[in-house]
């Protein structure tokens, strides 16, 4: 597949999945058992971070400046499994309103490291 059109999607699959998260979140907050009765809930995620996924692994794979070499990558992959973990804990029922708010602002974070990263292909989004 193309780059471009691998990048294309891969961008659009971060604002569904990004967007998708605070949807649900916001949901978490105020009834945290809602999201268990829709199924939309919780398959269109699951299939839109894969995706995801996917096209990152195959852009990787295209991308001329290799993986070794590229430090920015390293810490996005990093951010993206702390954004995971906080992003559980910010959906869970068994987890206090004060935690799941904290959790869920921690991983608009990192988030916002992911694609700060990846704009400036930079760890973190800091030029060093």
């Known amino acids: 597949m193309d780059y471009a059109l ?9 604002v569904l ?3 998708g998260f605070l949807a649900r979140a916001a949901v978490a907050l105020r ?3 809602l999201l268990r009765r829709w199924r ?5 995620p ?3 971070d894969t995706l995801l996924l996917v096209t990152a692994v195959s852009m990787v794979f295209q991308w001329s400046g290799g993986f070794a070499e590229a430090g920015w990558l390293h810490a996005k992959i990093a951010l993206l499994l702390l954004y995971i973990g906080l992003g559980t804990q910010a959906l ?3 987890r206090s309103p004060q935690a799941r708010a904290i959790a869920l602002l921690l991983a608009c974070a990192c988030f916002a490291l ?5 704009l400036t292909k930079a ?3 800091l030029p060093g």
């Open 6 to 14: 691998l990048k294309s999607v891969h961008i659009t699959c971060a």
């Open 17 to 19: 999945s990004g967007a």
């Open 31 to 33: 009834h945290p058992l």
């Open 40 to 44: 939309a809930a919780r398959v269109l």
């Open 46 to 48: 699951h299939a839109i």
């Open 92 to 94: 869970s029922p068994r």
């Open 114 to 118: 992911i694609v700060a990263s990846a």
């Open 123 to 125: 760890p973190f989004g």
